[in-house]
């Protein structure tokens, strides 16, 4: 039987309530112990339905662990936890004069939308109004850094120096690229995740060995974004995070432009926003009719397109001529898969339903695809996107992701960014004036 509305909401706000350490939500109990930071943004947008005070402390308690440069790490590692690996020792980001010990990449930067959301939807105007006004330095500062360090040549898509800075740790995207990383030194080490998690729903080995080598490259370059820049055997520029970032600086700007009207912080934001919007069109794959990841050291493009590729609309870009052939390639996809949006190509050899980024269906990727094809008026598909997750979560409850094909549940349980997706885009007890698609 479906459970209530009242029994989802209430299910979903105890997720949050339970995994918060004070001030701040881990993802979930036992594999992922610490503050990560795109998680923490979709949990505030979660929190900001029942607790708006709370909301702000998430995402106030990610920005007080920026780093001087402006970076915003993926993890914030408030103490260590011998449950988890790579821990703070592995990083090594100690000797770096931070607020607190942290990894030393990013993860996408999806803050300023969710901010821009949140202001509009307060019930504390007030409150929100200062609070996004308090954020905004941050988040500009933040912007700027994904910019010069991972696109110091302008090209206007910025690039991955790890496949965990694209917070779609094992898509089949970083095989090729990730060739190029000589694991030989990388020496003994115990994975956590696996003694959590069902191997097979994990990155494989070789995937972890290419993990570790670009963290021990990025200490030995003491996280310097220009070292990392010249030298990263890894370098692969993201449709994800292209997009996210082009539509977060969209959202910084609007903010902007309304609370501090001129600003310094708006010519930047509008700078960067062109620089994005004329280098989206790199990352068209015209052979495969799809935006598709692209490895800056060789040219390469990905195997095939991934949920991200429809991202475009998010982000407000691609020619009419792009747009159709997205549609029409997510229409095929609907039809091979029951749940919307597969995170991989369920058309490629490549798919595979339960390994994580290599073929399931994520609740906060449809959020902002949805999100995205609801605004562009692509509202057939933004409804079967939004039912297939309301679907998932009823049936199965609110896993870290589900299977494509057959809406199993996978990876971990009591997932916070699930749970928050559920209270801030698809519970039928949202307001009308939150609905955002
Ligand atoms: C995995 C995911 C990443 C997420 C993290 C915590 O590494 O790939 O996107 O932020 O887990 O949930």
């Given at each position: 039987?479906?459970?209530t509305?009242?029994r989802?909401?209430?299910?979903?706000?105890?997720?949050?309530?339970?995994?918060?350490?004070?001030g701040?939500?881990?993802?979930t109990?036992?594999?992922?112990?610490?503050?990560?930071?795109?998680d923490?943004?979709?949990?505030?947008?979660?929190?900001?339905?029942?607790?708006?005070?709370?909301?702000?402390a998430?995402l106030?308690?990610?920005?007080?662990?920026?780093?001087?440069n402006g970076?915003?790490?993926?993890?914030?590692?408030?103490?260590?936890?011998?449950d988890?690996?790579?821990?703070?020792?592995?990083?090594g980001?100690?000797?770096?004069?931070?607020p607190?010990p942290?990894?030393?990449?990013?993860q996408p930067?999806?803050?300023?939308?969710?901010?821009?959301?949140?202001?509009?939807?307060?019930r504390?105007?007030?409150?929100?109004?200062?609070?996004?006004?308090?954020?905004?330095?941050?988040?500009n500062?933040?912007h700027?850094w994904?910019?010069d360090?991972?696109?110091p040549?302008?090209?206007?898509?910025?690039?991955?120096?790890h496949?965990?800075?694209?917070?779609?740790?094992?898509?089949?995207d970083?095989?090729?690229?990730g060739?190029?990383?000589?694991?030989?030194?990388?020496?003994?080490?115990?994975?956590?995740?696996t003694?959590?998690?069902?191997?097979?729903?994990?990155?494989?080995?070789?995937?972890?060995?290419?993990?570790l080598?670009?963290?021990?490259?990025?200490?030995s370059k003491?996280?310097?974004?220009?070292?990392?820049?010249?030298?990263?055997?890894?370098w692969?520029?993201?449709v994800?995070?292209s997009?996210?970032?082009?539509?977060?600086?969209?959202?910084?700007?609007?903010?902007?432009?309304?609370?501090?009207?001129g600003d310094?912080?708006?010519?930047q934001?509008?700078?960067?926003i062109?620089?994005?919007e004329?280098?989206?069109?790199?990352?068209?794959?015209?052979?495969?009719?799809?935006?598709c990841?692209?490895?800056?050291?060789?040219?390469?493009?990905?195997?095939?397109?991934t949920a991200?590729?429809?991202?475009?609309?998010?982000?407000?870009?691609?020619t009419?001529v792009?747009?159709?052939?997205v549609?029409?390639m997510?229409?095929?996809?609907?039809?091979?898969?029951?749940?919307?949006c597969?995170?991989?190509?369920?058309?490629?050899?490549?798919?595979?339903?339960l390994?994580?980024?290599?073929?399931?269906?994520?609740?906060?990727?449809?959020?902002?695809?949805?999100?995205?094809?609801?605004?562009a008026?692509?509202?057939g598909?933004?409804?079967?996107?939004?039912?297939?997750?309301k679907?998932?979560?009823?049936?199965?409850?609110?896993?870290?992701?589900?299977?494509?094909?057959?809406?199993?549940s996978?990876?971990?349980?009591?997932?916070?960014?699930t749970?928050?997706?559920?209270?801030?885009?698809?519970?039928?007890?949202?307001?009308?004036?939150k609905?955002t698609?």
């Open positions: 039987m479906t459970p509305v009242e989802m909401d209430e299910q979903a706000r105890a997720i949050l309530r339970q995994n918060d350490r004070g701040y939500t881990i993802p109990a036992g594999l992922y112990p610490y503050q990560w930071n795109w923490s943004v979709f949990v505030a947008l979660g929190f900001m339905e029942f607790d708006e005070p709370r909301a702000w998430e106030e308690t990610l920005f007080d662990a920026q780093w001087p970076m915003v790490p993926h993890i914030v590692f408030r103490h260590d936890d011998p988890y690996f790579p821990g703070p020792s592995v990083w980001t100690d000797g770096l004069d931070l607190m942290t990894s030393g990449i990013s930067p999806v803050a300023a939308t969710a901010i821009h959301w949140m202001v509009d939807a307060a504390d105007k007030q409150a929100a109004l200062s609070k996004a006004r308090a954020l905004l330095p941050k988040l500062a933040w700027q994904w910019v360090a991972r696109d040549d302008g090209l206007g898509v910025v690039a991955m120096s496949p965990w800075e694209s917070g779609r740790d094992n898509l089949p970083w095989d090729a690229p060739d190029a990383i000589d694991v030989r030194a990388i020496g003994d080490y115990t994975r956590r995740d003694s959590h998690i069902d191997t097979a729903m994990r990155p494989k080995k070789k995937d972890y060995d290419r993990y080598a670009l963290v021990q490259f990025g200490k003491n996280w310097d974004p220009a070292a990392i820049a010249a030298d990263s055997p890894f692969v520029a993201d994800g995070v997009a996210i970032l082009l539509r977060a600086d969209r959202d910084l700007l609007a903010l902007a432009e309304r609370l501090i009207p310094t912080m708006i010519s934001a509008r700078a960067r062109a620089r994005l004329a280098g989206f069109d790199r990352l068209w794959d015209s052979r495969q009719g799809a935006f990841n692209k490895d800056l050291r060789t040219g390469a493009f990905a195997p095939a397109a991200a590729t429809l991202l475009c609309f998010y982000a407000g870009v691609g009419p792009q747009r159709t052939r549609i029409e997510a229409t095929g996809w609907a039809e091979k898969v029951r749940y919307m597969p995170s991989f190509d369920p058309t490629s050899g490549l798919f595979d339903p390994r994580y980024w290599r073929g399931p269906t994520w609740a906060i990727f449809n959020f902002m695809i949805g999100v995205g094809l609801w605004e008026g692509e509202t598909l933004a409804d079967r996107v939004k039912r297939d997750t679907a998932l979560m009823e049936a199965n409850g609110f896993a870290e992701y589900y299977s494509a094909v057959d809406g199993t996978a990876g971990g349980d009591a997932f916070s960014w749970a928050a997706v559920w209270l801030s885009w698809i519970s039928p007890s949202l307001k009308e004036h609905k698609g």
